[in-house]
């Protein structure tokens, strides 16, 4: 087989999702396999379909946990597989236990959370509308920070980094005094504290664009983007930021990066934006989705994912070339005979062989990986498998099978 040969080649495949059309804000992958959703039936609803779900196989499944949420999910951040947080409107969520209980440990100020970050078990921020505040206690309480030199009409902090113990950012907007009526244009925010959050300071002015979201990948340099394709680019700490070309004028809504050279952005419209040499050159990757996209974490520079409206998920594969692949797999054909599994794929596929003993534990892992269209096999017979009864379960697209076995040596 020629499955994980290829593997090298991708970029990009459309993954399971939990059936509820709810627009996913929020992604944050724990490890390869594990990985958080959070998101809502609408950007700030308030239905009972608001959720925040779990893969543990990369992706390739979905389960909703239980949260107690009426509203979208905004944010989520972990700092080990068991312990992490979720915002959006109050109260704060908080689980220990890997997802399987999300409870509240804050009522908040009434204002909607769309960023949360944590430096370890107890030392945290959160930031929204009119908000930004620490907690010292793992989220317990929480105490508002000052901002030094602006913001007296109003602001909005859209995203929050640190980069040490002392030193972090947040980006947004803030509101000019110049009051239109109803409206007060917005001015693009940057944010930065070098005291653990005891003051913050302006970074920036003049800036007209919304920025959206910040990442850094090292203490000096940063990136923000933000609304009409804004790409901010700072490598002296914030003392500057400077403009750089992604090629759009669609509303950026996240980026990532894993050190000073790979990163990510995505936006409006399924755009969808890499670089591999620091945002000198960022390359669009076209075709694989029209909808908006709310947020891109990596996991390392060739491992992540894309969440956006219209339960969009998409998995990051080893960054080359992006192919594309719809929800449905309609053509895809399964068979087992005389212990071989034979199976065509009209389109990219994660594929996923699995034989678990009666006692229900995984005996032996035949094939994890992501193929291409196609027909395909795999030979059970080079298992050596000691004889006895077993559960096969293979999944590939929308093929599902799960088919008892029995090896004779």
């Known amino acids: 087989m020629n499955g994980r040969a290829a593997l090298a080649l991708l970029v990009f495949a459309l993954i399971a999702k939990d059936s509820r059309a709810q627009d996913n804000l929020s992604v944050f992958l724990v490890d390869p396999d594990v990985g958080y959703v959070g998101g809502g039936t609408g950007f700030n609803s308030e239905s009972p379909g608001t959720t925040i779900l779990k893969t543990a196989d990369a992706g390739l499944t979905w389960s909703p946990q239980t949260s107690g949420a009426h509203n979208s999910i905004h944010s989520l951040y972990f700092i080990n597989p068991d312990t992490g947080w979720a915002v959006g409107w109050n109260p704060i969520f908080k689980t220990v236990d890997g997802g399987s209980h999300w409870i509240p440990v804050a009522p908040g100020t009434g204002e909607f959370y769309y960023s949360v970050f944590f430096l370890n078990a107890d030392t945290g921020w959160v930031v929204g509308n009119n908000t930004l505040m620490k907690t010292g206690d793992g989220g317990g309480s929480w105490n508002a920070q000052p901002i030094a030199d602006c913001c007296d009409s109003g602001y909005t902090l859209n995203s929050i980094r640190f980069t040490g113990a002392d030193t972090g950012y947040a980006v947004g907007s803030s509101y000019i005094g110049i009051d239109w009526g109803y409206y007060r244009p917005p001015a693009g925010l940057i944010l930065k504290t070098t005291d653990a959050g005891a003051t913050w300071h302006s970074q920036i002015n003049g800036i007209a664009n919304t920025l959206n979201s910040v990442s850094f990948g090292n203490a000096d340099t940063g990136w923000a983007v933000g609304d009409s394709g804004l790409i901010l680019h700072t490598d002296n700490g914030g003392k500057d930021w400077v403009g750089q070309s992604g090629g759009t004028f669609n509303n950026l809504r996240s980026v990532c990066f894993q050190g000073t050279r790979i990163g990510w952005a995505v ?94 534990k995984m005996k032996r892992r035949i094939f994890d990986g992501v193929q291409g269209p196609g027909e395909h096999t795999l030979d059970l017979s080079a298992l050596n498998a000691p004889s006895g009864i077993y559960l096969l379960e293979f999944t590939g697209g929308h093929i599902l099978r799960r088919t008892r076995i029995v090896f004779i040596p």
């Not at 969440?307 to 080359?320: C, P, W």
């Open 267 to 360: 936006g409006d419209s399924g755009t969808i934006l890499k670089t591999g040499d620091g945002g000198a050159h960022w390359i669009p990757q076209p075709g694989i989705t029209g909808n908006n996209l709310r947020s891109v974490f990596l996991l390392n520079p060739n491992t992540g994912m894309i969440a956006g409206d219209s339960n969009t998920l998409l998995t990051i594969h080893q960054g080359a070339l992006p192919i594309a692949a719809p929800a449905g797999f309609t053509g895809s054909r399964f068979s087992l005979e005389h212990g071989v599994i034979r199976y065509s794929l009209p389109r990219l596929a994660r594929i996923k062989a699995v034989l678990y003993g009666t006692d229900g």
